[in-house]
């Protein structure tokens, strides 16, 4: 962040601006021109998050737009990593989420910044639940190290349509670190659907169909084989996330409830809710309704292919 500091005074100074450097920050007259500020009424940071905002006319320009102005070139990757990180601090402080160890059975207390993006084959040898870091990579997945406020976990940016951030589910990789998953209390779920931000991307093989699962990890394993995957966060209400389908241009919907009751219901209800506006059929899974694990979890790539294959050749 240094550089762009050095260049954002050099601009205050041929501007003949007066600011003064406090290190990260830097107070200055406001830069923009429709105000005449005569005293330092505004600032700019320089720390993990670089924006710059002026108190008084409220002139904002947010990291990818202060970048910009500043003549750099924008990384996706480090504003994508300021922004979870502004997440977790928001979460934090409202003690919304609060992680328990099996060990001590009390809250983590440490805050550190750990975070690697995406999920490298030296972290899962090669894959994790069938799902391969290339896949993790295509949902914006990023992993905690055990040190971290969460402990280690998959952290999966939870975004609608519109590539607007929302929350985040982070998901355990440890059965001594639970809850199992975490997710803030404000991400209000009924307004979109999990990874319906990639639907339509060109590496989708079929974009007029979507595979609508139960859970995260279920539609993981479509996006795996390149097929449009989403999840509905159980069952909920709908009625709001119609649109993006409409607009993705979807014409047929796939359910991907477990084998179990809790997977019956899902398929049952959605079924009722979606059928007035699309064609709707189901998955055919291969396991038995006793069967206590996520249904696509163990399938090996070949075996969940040919059940693609035969769920979609059925009229």
Request: glycine share 4%; with cysteine; aromatic share 14%.
């Amino acid at each position: 962040m240094e550089d762009y500091k050095e260049k954002f005074i050099e601009h205050l100074e041929s501007n003949d601006l007066k600011y003064i450097d406090r290190g990260s920050k830097v107070s200055c007259c406001c830069i923009n021109s429709q105000h005449q500020d005569s005293t330092p009424s505004a600032f700019a940071k320089f720390d993990d998050n670089i924006f710059y905002h002026c108190s008084v006319c409220g002139y904002h320009l947010s990291t990818e737009n202060f970048i910009s102005f500043l003549g750099g070139k924008v990384d996706n990757t480090v504003l994508f990593r300021n922004k979870m990180n502004k997440l977790f601090k928001e979460f934090k402080e409202k003690r919304e989420l609060k992680v328990v160890t099996s060990e001590n059975n009390s809250e983590q207390d440490s805050w550190k910044n750990s975070i690697f993006l995406p999920p490298k084959h030296r972290d899962f040898k090669q894959s994790y639940r069938g799902i391969s870091p290339e896949t993790f990579e295509k949902v914006n997945c990023f992993i905690t190290n055990l040190e971290h406020y969460y402990k280690k976990r998959l952290i999966f940016p939870l975004y609608d349509y519109k590539n607007n951030l929302k929350g985040f589910d982070a998901v355990s990789t440890s059965k001594d670190i639970f809850p199992k998953v975490l997710r803030s209390k404000s991400c209000e779920t009924t307004s979109f659907f999990g990874f319906e931000n990639i639907l339509g991307k060109d590496y989708f093989k079929r974009k007029d169909i979507v595979f609508i699962s139960e859970g995260l990890f279920s539609a993981l394993s479509f996006i795996e084989l390149n097929y449009q995957g989403i999840f509905n966060f159980g069952v909920a209400s709908i009625e709001d996330k119609l649109e993006v389908l409409y607009n993705k241009g979807i014409k047929e919907i796939y359910l991907v409830g477990d084998k179990d009751e809790a997977g019956f219901k899902f398929n049952s209800e959605m079924y009722h809710l979606l059928k007035k506006s699309f064609k709707v059929k189901f998955f055919k899974h291969p396991f038995l309704a006793d069967e206590k694990s996520d249904s696509n979890d163990y399938l090996k790539k070949n075996e969940l292919q040919k059940l693609i294959d035969k769920t979609l050749s059925i009229i």
